[in-house]
């Protein structure tokens, strides 16, 4: 009876040791989301400076106030957890950023044409560089207040022209 007794009190203390796997102090096991990679959606990522973010046939990345333009369809394909390709399905571009900051439509998918998409407190997406920082702080896409688009070391996360809503496709 007493050797039971020992036997289920070193249970308990071993179970809730710091450092036990399962407790709040306890190594967390690692998380697998094999199932978020290479999920594509089509969108519309309007801004919140209320544009829609389109790249045109010559490859220019800018804004347009017209909700049912072709140009506007962005293909969002996940790449892994957290990083995504933007691709304009009319015109086949995807949307890359170079090391001045400046958004631009690339032919051809690279390294630049990743970026980082962080959902925001306030619902919207944030799409920032994969690639290139300005001063160690990430570039993120942006369009101002004419549609045009900001230059990526001139952005911050909370400035809300870096904000973009992903709008279903009808």
């Not at 400046?102 to 032919?107: A, E, L, Q």
């Not at 702080?137 to 911050?156: E, K, N, Y």
């Amino acid at each position: 009876m007493r050797g039971r007794l020992w036997l289920g009190l070193a249970w308990l203390l071993l179970a809730r040791a710091p450092g036990a796997a399962g407790t709040p102090g306890g190594p967390r096991r690692p998380r697998s989301y094999p199932h978020l990679e290479g999920d594509v959606r089509w969108r519309r990522l309007f801004s919140s400076t209320r544009f829609f973010l389109r790249v045109d046939p010559g490859g220019r990345v800018q804004g347009t106030r017209w909700r049912h333009g072709a140009d506007s369809i962005i293909e969002i394909r996940s790449i892994r957890v957290g990083v995504v390709a933007l691709k304009a399905v009319h015109t086949g571009f995807y949307v890359a950023m170079n090391r001045g900051g400046h958004p631009y439509g690339s032919r051809v998918y690279t390294a630049h044409c990743r970026f980082q998409e962080r959902i925001e407190e306030n619902g919207y997406n944030t799409y920032a560089s994969l690639r290139w920082r300005h001063r160690g702080r990430p570039m993120f896409l942006a369009l101002d207040g004419q549609g045009a688009p900001r230059r990526g070391g001139r952005t911050q996360r909370h400035h809300l022209s870096t904000h973009f809503l992903p709008v279903l496709v009808s």
